[in-house]
């Protein structure tokens, strides 16, 4: 594995970073957006005086801190795989370009001794059969990190989704909410365990849980930002009408994510993009105000 010389100078320092995934720009948005995204995830945690750290596999090198001539590659979408967490090492093997989803980035970031990772919406329980759940939650359900998202990606069950997060033992803690964000919008159905407020409350619970030998991941869910939400009836016309779409279309396996995002983005006029960049946004800025109470706590002690 490859930690880029910037990320391994700051973490045997001690300073703050925080991990961002690739396959939310290689496959869960379209272009030109998710070059929009990266910008504004990087800008939003160097602003909060984290470092950043894209993982993916370059060429058969799993990566910690993508540089930014292959980020350049990975932002054409073109010949870069979708790699979840057990295909990092055939993807490796085999030479290829892979796009770390949730499940893949935890690893390589927990590898790499990276404390925080922030995506977009986790993977979890699809709808309808056939049966189909992310890895995402087999990782977060043994990885020791906090990751930042807006709940899990509204295309799912997410009530199916929340009932997994707590029989795999892994933490949810509302930021600013007693919800479960339902990613486009706030939520206001499924309840998360606690409610926090600030980023030192979550940084100690998570060395609380560290201190109680837990090795699951803590998940911090963050509405998206207010003015950008999308509508309970957009919503879920938006998703029914991908599901259609996906049932026509026959797609199966690691396809029905990106197909159904894209999907729903048609069935919005583009709106859910829009969303989905600001929140990745508001997603990697609370990662990295996180991240610096931990470390501004280690250096306490
Ligand atoms: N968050 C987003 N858009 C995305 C994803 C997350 O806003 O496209 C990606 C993440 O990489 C996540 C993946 O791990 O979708 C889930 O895919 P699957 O359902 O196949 O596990
Ligand atoms: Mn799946």
Same mark, same amino acid.
């Given at each position: 594995?490859?930690? +880029?010389?910037?990320?391994?100078?700051?973490?045997?320092?001690?300073?703050?970073?925080?991990?961002?995934?690739? #396959?939310?720009?290689?496959?869960?948005?379209?272009?030109?957006?998710?070059?929009?995204?990266?910008?504004?995830?990087?800008?939003?945690?160097?602003?909060?005086?984290?470092?950043?750290?894209?993982?993916?596999?370059?060429?058969?090198?799993?990566?910690?801190?993508?540089?930014?001539?292959?980020?350049?590659?990975?932002?054409?979408?073109?010949?870069?795989?979708?790699?979840?967490?057990?295909?990092?090492?055939?993807?490796?093997?085999?030479?290829?370009?892979? !796009?770390?989803?949730?499940?893949?980035?935890?690893?390589?970031?927990?590898?790499?001794?990276?404390?925080?990772?922030?995506?977009?919406?986790?993977?979890?329980?699809?709808?309808?059969?056939?049966?189909?759940?992310?890895?995402?939650?087999?990782?977060?359900?043994?990885?020791?990190?906090?990751?930042?998202?807006?709940?899990?990606? !509204?295309?799912?069950?997410?009530?199916?989704?929340?009932?997994?997060?707590?029989?795999?033992?892994?933490?949810?803690?509302?930021?600013?909410?007693?919800?479960?964000?339902?990613?486009?919008?706030?939520?206001? #159905?499924?309840?998360?365990?606690?409610?926090?407020? #600030?980023?030192?409350?979550?940084?100690?619970?998570?060395?609380?849980?560290?201190?109680?030998?837990?090795?699951?991941?803590?998940?911090?869910?963050?509405?998206?930002?207010?003015?950008?939400?999308?509508?309970?009836?957009?919503?879920?016309?938006?998703?029914?009408?991908?599901?259609?779409?996906?049932?026509?279309?026959?797609?199966?396996?690691?396809?029905?994510?990106? +197909?159904?995002?894209?999907?729903?983005?048609?069935?919005?006029?583009?709106?859910?993009?829009?969303?989905?960049?600001?929140?990745?946004?508001?997603? +990697?800025?609370?990662?990295?105000?996180?991240?610096?109470?931990?470390?501004? #706590?280690?250096?306490?002690?």
């Amino acid at each position: 594995m490859l930690v +880029a010389a910037e990320i391994e100078d700051a973490i045997s320092a001690g300073r703050p970073v925080v991990a961002l995934e690739s #396959s939310v720009l290689a496959q869960g948005l379209p272009v030109p957006a998710n070059r929009e995204a990266c910008e504004r995830m990087i800008h939003a945690v160097v602003s909060e005086g984290a470092v950043p750290a894209i993982t993916a596999i370059v060429r058969g090198q799993p990566v910690v801190g993508l540089s930014d001539s292959d980020l350049e590659r990975f932002l054409t979408r073109e010949g870069v795989s979708k790699v979840a967490a057990r295909d990092l090492a055939a993807a490796a093997t085999l030479g290829m370009d892979g !796009a770390t989803t949730v499940s893949a980035s935890l690893v390589l970031a927990a590898r790499a001794g990276v404390k925080v990772f922030a995506t977009g919406g986790i993977g979890g329980v699809h709808r309808d059969a056939p049966f189909d759940e992310s890895a995402d939650l087999t990782e977060l359900s043994r990885i020791p990190i906090i990751c930042v998202c807006a709940g899990a990606k !509204a295309i799912l069950d997410l009530r199916a989704t929340a009932e997994r997060l707590e029989t795999l033992s892994i933490p949810v803690v509302g930021f600013g909410t007693d919800w479960l964000p339902e990613f486009y919008s706030e939520g206001d #159905s499924i309840p998360v365990g606690f409610r926090v407020d #600030s980023p030192e409350q979550v940084a100690r619970i998570f060395e609380q849980h560290l201190a109680l030998g837990m090795s699951s991941a803590i998940l911090v869910a963050n509405p998206p930002p207010e003015g950008c939400r999308l509508s309970k009836e957009v919503i879920s016309a938006a998703v029914r009408s991908a599901l259609g779409e996906l049932q026509a279309t026959g797609v199966t396996g690691k396809g029905v994510t990106p +197909a159904l995002l894209a999907a729903v983005e048609r069935a919005t006029g583009g709106d859910s993009v829009t969303t989905n960049i600001a929140l990745l946004e508001s997603n +990697a800025r609370l990662a990295a105000r996180i991240v610096v109470a931990l470390s501004s #706590s280690k250096k306490k002690r």
